[in-house]
């Protein structure tokens, strides 16, 4: 038997088929762009997903006989995305997508409303859902006026594959309509930003069965088994399901886009109040808490851009020993920041510039920034009562020595390193497939073998964090400029 996870991501797709063991036999990857019409703004055409999956699994099917034995699909996907459909589930207009920030005026609105944040377990982020319908009301009443349905990416790929509405708890989290600890829609959340529960997908587990796949479906891909399809995760959540971060002691730091450090929790201790966000896990009974940075990895493809260079380029002479803080800060806030700042108007900023300043004294600046970001969020983290004695290393920054090395020892908690392989959210969506299927997801989400474990270096953990101190004193002026 196999299983199919899909990664949809906010820059492409990836397929990855497992075999029951959880052994890769294929990966396919499909990209597609967002389109920014206006400052702040970040939208995607439903369609390229779609075209994307169809695209991957034509490829599949004729790459690996394995796919004809497929018996699960799970779907992980980038969370908050707001996809409105009408009454035919037509998509009324573009997605509007997590990093989109048009919507502050209205989170500030809801998160100041009475029992918002006690319900949802979360400050209302502009990037969460429940805002966005709130800019569409005011800014697209008539759309407004035909929505029939609000489907989070995932969700909406979930119903391509079965013909149904469903979404899973730990999407549907950050939707700022999910009372989070009850794990069901809210009454009252629903009823601040003026929608309707009618409006909302069934909700199931993320391990559980959404459905079958569509028959018609099924035939065209060649398939003549049962094939269940899983409620599926928002992307961090199933990242945590592929690295097996699913109990107390748990957690990750991811390199990717946005930087996150997740801790998966036994119990919901929300604390909306440190900036953390607190979602349902992928499996039943879990939670978990993570910090979010909105530009890791894109800082540095930012300072690659503007410098004509590749970040690998930029970021190979440093080598792999770690050196002391540099006399160049940087604030990694290109589009706005989350944890601890909420703060959708910061922007990013270098201080300490000299007429000596080198472009190599930058790339640190920028490694060091990120790194800073991350300690803000584990900060947040450990306010929360989580704690961690290692945590894993993923994303495409963790290919870095020297970023690891610095991260490691700003957080003070030793990295650890998956050995080669598949691990992560495309894994992780496998895995929700296969318990779908009817496999115990106790039994499925094990953690990866790890090849090594990078230690802080003792010698400079003190130096950053003051530096990190420093970092920290440069948010307030900077803000002050905005």
Same mark, same amino acid.
């Given at each position: 038997m196999s299983y199919l996870g899909l990664d949809l991501g906010t820059s492409g797709l990836r397929a990855l088929l497992v075999? !029951? &063991?959880?052994?890769?036999?294929?990966?396919?990857?499909?990209?597609?762009?967002?389109?920014? @019409? /206006? *400052?702040?703004?970040?939208?995607?055409?439903?369609?390229?997903? $779609?075209?994307?999956?169809? &695209?991957?699994?034509? !490829?599949?099917?004729?790459?690996? *006989?394995?796919?004809?034995?497929?018996?699960?699909?799970?779907?992980?996907?980038?969370? /908050?995305?707001?996809?409105?459909? &009408?009454?035919?589930?037509?998509?009324?207009? *573009?997605? $509007?997508?997590?990093?989109?920030?048009?919507?502050?005026?209205?989170?500030?609105?809801? &998160?100041?409303? *009475?029992?918002?944040?006690?319900?949802?377990?979360? $400050?209302?982020? @502009?990037?969460?859902?429940?805002?966005?319908?709130?800019?569409?009301?005011?800014?697209?009443?008539? $759309?407004?006026?035909?929505?029939?349905?609000v489907l989070l990416p995932a969700a909406y790929l979930n119903l391509y594959l079965t013909g149904d509405h469903v979404a899973d708890m730990s999407d549907s989290a950050g939707t700022a309509w999910l009372d989070t600890g009850a794990r069901d829609w809210s009454d009252l959340l629903l009823n601040a930003g003026h929608m309707r529960k009618d409006q909302m997908p069934r909700l199931v587990e993320g391990s559980q069965a959404a459905g079958p796949l569509r028959a018609d479906l099924a035939a065209a891909w060649g398939l003549s088994g049962p094939v269940a399809v899983a409620g599926g995760a928002g992307d961090n959540a199933a990242a945590a399901c592929g690295i097996g971060a699913l109990g107390e002691g748990q957690g990750f730091v991811s390199l990717g886009t946005s930087g996150v450090l997740l801790a998966a929790r036994d119990g919901y201790a929300p604390a909306p109040e440190t900036a953390v966000h607190t979602f349902c896990h992928a499996v039943p009974g879990k939670w978990y808490q993570m910090g979010v940075m909105l530009s890791a990895t894109d800082s540095l493809n930012w300072l690659a851009a503007i410098t004509g260079s590749k970040p690998a380029d930029l970021t190979a002479p440093l080598g792999s020993d770690l050196r002391a803080p540099g006399p160049v800060r940087f604030l990694p806030y290109l589009s706005g920041e989350r944890t601890p700042h909420n703060d959708a108007e910061i922007r990013g900023a270098f201080t300490g510039l000299s007429a000596g300043t080198s472009r190599h004294d930058m790339v640190r600046a920028v490694l060091e920034g990120v790194a800073f970001g991350l300690r803000d969020s584990l900060d947040a983290l450990k306010a929360t009562g989580a704690a961690f004695e290692t945590l894993l290393a993923i994303g495409g920054g963790s290919r870095s020595e020297y970023w690891l090395k610095l991260i490691a020892t700003v957080l003070d908690?030793?990295?650890?390193?998956?050995?080669?392989? !598949?691990?992560?959210?495309?894994?992780?969506?496998?895995?929700?497939?296969?318990?779908?299927?009817?496999?115990?997801?106790?039994?499925v989400m094990t953690p990866p073998e790890i090849a090594r474990t990078i230690a802080p270096d003792p010698a400079l953990t003190e130096a950053f964090a003051a530096a990190h101190a420093k970092f920290r004193a440069a948010y307030a002026p900077t803000r002050a400029l905005q």
């Open positions: 075999d !029951e &063991d959880g052994t890769p036999l294929h990966a396919v990857e499909r990209a597609y762009a967002a389109a920014h @019409p /206006h *400052p702040g703004w970040s939208e995607q055409d439903p369609a390229h997903w $779609i075209a994307a999956l169809e &695209d991957a699994v034509a !490829e599949m099917r004729a790459a690996c *006989p394995g796919f004809a034995r497929l018996r699960g699909i799970g779907v992980a996907g980038h969370m /908050h995305g707001a996809t409105l459909l &009408d009454a035919e589930d037509a998509v009324l207009r *573009p997605c $509007i997508l997590w990093n989109d920030t048009r919507s502050s005026v209205e989170a500030a609105r809801l &998160d100041a409303m *009475p029992q918002v944040r006690e319900v949802s377990g979360n $400050i209302v982020f @502009p990037g969460f859902t429940a805002p966005k319908l709130a800019w569409v009301r005011a800014h697209e009443p008539e $759309i407004f006026a035909r929505v029939a349905k908690t030793p990295l650890s390193l998956p050995a080669s392989g !598949e691990f992560g959210a495309a894994l992780g969506a496998a895995r929700l497939g296969r318990c779908a299927a009817g496999a115990d997801w106790q039994a």
